[in-house]
Every structure is written in C-alpha cells, then in structure tokens.
C-alpha cells in the first residue's frame, strides 16, 4: 500500500460536496430533492462575458500565457480595486488564480510557517483551517455567536494573540454566516492589529452581495498602514455567477505577491486565457454592471423569503443576513447534530442543507438561498416538518 505524507492524514473532505453528491443521486433517482446547499448563484453567467471568451476562443486565444495573469487584466484588476474598495495596489500587485480558493492557499504557503498561529473567526469557511495545516501552521478559532452578530471583537481578538500570532484571516460579506462588518467594527480591529503587527488576509469574495443598506468595506483601505499589512482575495464566481470559470485574483505587497506567483507557477501555472477575456468583460462591459444590480435584488429577495419563513419556525433561532446567499440557523433545540440533522432532513424529508460541523458550529445548519423562491418556500416549509417532528420526540 502506498504510504501518503502526514500532512495529508489530517484533512477533513468537503461535508458540502458530499452533501451534494448525495442530493443529486437521490435527484437522479427520480426524488424530489430541494437543494438549500448550493454554494453557488443558480444564475447562468451574463451574455457579454461569454461572447468575449467565445471571441478570445476564435482569436486563437488557447496559448500558455504569464502565470501571474494577462497584463491588462491585471491593470483592470487593479484599477477596480483602488476605485471602488479603495486600495492602491499596482498591476505588480495583482496575483490572476485559478478560482479565489487557490488566491488564498497560495498567500497562506507563502505566509505561514510550522509553529505559526492563524486567527480564524468562527464559523468559518471550511477550507481556512484546512489550508493552514497544509502550511504547517496552526489555527486558533475564534467563536462568534448570534449575539455578536457573528463578528469578533476587539477584545477577543486582543486576548487571543500571542507571540506565534502571523495571521488574521477575516471573511465579510461572511460564508456561512452572511454577516457584513461595519467600517467602525473593522477599525476597531484594525487598531489591534497594527499594535501587534499582524497580517491580515481579507477574503473579500461576497463583496457585491451585500443587502438592507449595508456596505462592503475593505479592511486595506482603512489607511496606509492597513494597506501594507493585508492581502485582498477575490474572484468572479459569486457575483458574476462564473463558478465554472475559476478566476480569482490576490493583491498584497509586491513580494508576497512574487512568492504566491511562484507557488502558482510550479502547480497551476497561468488561468486559461480565455477565461480571462470574460473577466475583462465582467469587469468592463456596462451591460454586466446591469446584471449584477439585478442578481443583488433577486438574492436580496431571496433571503427575505428565507429568512421570514425560517425564523418563523418554532424551535429554530436564525441571525438575519446582510450579504453572501446563506443562512444560518441554530438547530439545538431539536437535540441532533448537524450532521445527523441534514442526513435525516436528505432521507426523510428530500432537502439538501450543509452541517455546520463542516464550518466549525456543530449547532447549526447553512441554508443557501441561491436557487429559486418555489424551491426556498417547499424546502423551507419540508424543514419546518421535520423540525416539528424532532420537538416532538424531544417532548
């Protein structure tokens, strides 16, 4: 048998893809399945993004080309992101990878070393800790709860460093939770951060869906000494509905961004050319701009639905989002955990939802509302069955 390396041993499978492995099977077999676990807009990708990397394909754009991405669209990159997030980064600065999740490993194998500690913000994107481990570093989670809106605090984020403290990793809009810090709540941990000398990796993916008035502040842009202590993830699969494109982009000092580079360039190399054609229309062409506006309003309608018809289920308490497409509700009340609760709501009642266990909150489920409303009223509805059913064995 073969002998795989120990850091391998450790890593935990994706719980959202076997989830949905399962619910497509059942689908397949002819159930009615009510997928809430799509992480994922059920959105097809705008019209102009296509027809330019269709344009690109007919160009003869099928070359290898530079591993840290096509210079205009590494200036076009750059450009966004000093006019609307407010961060002055140069085309040198910019880091084209293939999808926002390879962005941030790259940065964290770059960054972090064995006996490095990375704060994480609990709950969690599921691959964060997974990567850190990659690395050799170690995570040190930091528990959020409804009552904090799912936010840290200056305080707990004080209370938590140490001298092996390399990291911070901060993810708003969040993924699973929805929630959005507010620009005084991000200086209040900018402070801290710079009294420690922190890094901080800003995984910034959800920016666009932001809902109720709420806006997305890029923690960089909160002064020069901010900005030279954060590196800014993001991509085009969320609010452009390009999952399948995978292209992200990283931005950070100009050597970190070197060193990703390079990472990159001995496992992945350059993202296909065409696909950068489309990410230069999804940044440029004004009809894109239009789709996006109207995705947000969908989503934002979306989630006023979901959240409405959960938080009306007895036995569920729910924080209300402000961005991403995901709720969160806590299920303790029904005295399952996570992972038993979605298993039994797949089986019995055909409603795809994803463990909270998988985000590091074995008392609560994610609930995506990135499909349609018929499919959100019915799944809704199916779970406050099954909901009521679990009270009821409890009573």
């Excluded at 995570?139 to 409804?146: D, G, I, K, N, Y």
């Excluded at 929630?179 to 009294?195: F, G, H, K, N, Q």
Aim: hydrophobic share 45%; proline share 6%; aromatic share 6%.
């Amino acid at each position: 048998m073969s002998r795989l390396a120990t850091r391998v041993a450790s890593l935990t499978p994706s719980l959202t893809l076997a989830i949905a492995a399962k619910a497509k099977a059942l689908a397949a077999g002819g159930v009615d399945v009510c997928g809430l676990s799509a992480g994922e807009p059920d959105f097809d990708t705008p019209a102009p993004i296509k027809a330019a990397a269709k344009a690109a394909l007919d160009r003869g754009e099928t070359k290898y080309g530079p591993v840290a991405g096509q210079p205009r669209l590494r200036e076009r990159i750059a450009r966004k992101l000093e006019r609307e997030n407010g961060l002055p980064y140069t085309p040198e600065q910019i880091l084209v990878t293939n999808g926002g999740k390879q962005g941030l490993y790259n940065a964290i194998m770059a960054l972090i070393e064995p006996g490095d500690a990375v704060l994480i913000p609990s709950p969690y994107w599921l691959s964060y800790p997974e990567m850190v481990s990659l690395a050799g570093g170690t995570s040190v989670l930091l528990p959020t709860t409804e009552a904090t809106g799912f936010k840290i605090t200056p305080e707990q984020l004080e209370a938590a460093i140490t001298p092996r403290t390399r990291l911070l990793i901060l993810n708003s809009p969040s993924n699973p939770t929805g929630m959005v810090y507010s620009r005084p709540e991000l200086e209040a941990i900018t402070e801290v951060v710079l009294r420690h000398d922190l890094m901080v990796l800003s995984d910034e993916i959800y920016e666009k869906l932001v809902y109720d008035g709420a806006r997305h502040h890029s923690i960089g842009g909160l002064g020069r000494e901010m900005f030279a202590r954060t590196i800014t993830s993001g991509g085009f699969s969320k609010a452009f509905a390009m999952t399948g494109w995978r292209l992200g982009y990283l931005a950070g000092p100009t050597d970190l961004i070197g060193a990703a580079g390079a990472i990159q360039s001995h496992s992945t190399s350059n993202v296909a050319a065409y696909s950068q054609a489309g990410a230069l229309a999804a940044l440029e062409d004004p009809q894109v701009a239009l789709e996006v506006e109207r995705m947000v309003r969908v989503f934002a309608e979306r989630r006023t639905a979901m959240y409405d018809a959960v938080a009306a289920i007895p036995g569920l308490r729910c924080a209300r989002a402000q961005g991403a497409f995901y709720l969160l509700p806590d299920i303790s009340a029904t005295g399952l955990n996570s992972t038993a609760f979605c298993e039994q709501l797949l089986d019995q009642f055909h409603v795809a939802a994803v463990p909270g266990i998988a985000f590091g909150s074995d008392s609560h489920v994610r609930l995506s509302y990135a499909t349609d409303l018929d499919t959100i009223y019915k799944g809704v509805e199916r779970l406050g069955q099954f909901v009521r059913q679990c009270l009821a064995v409890r009573a």
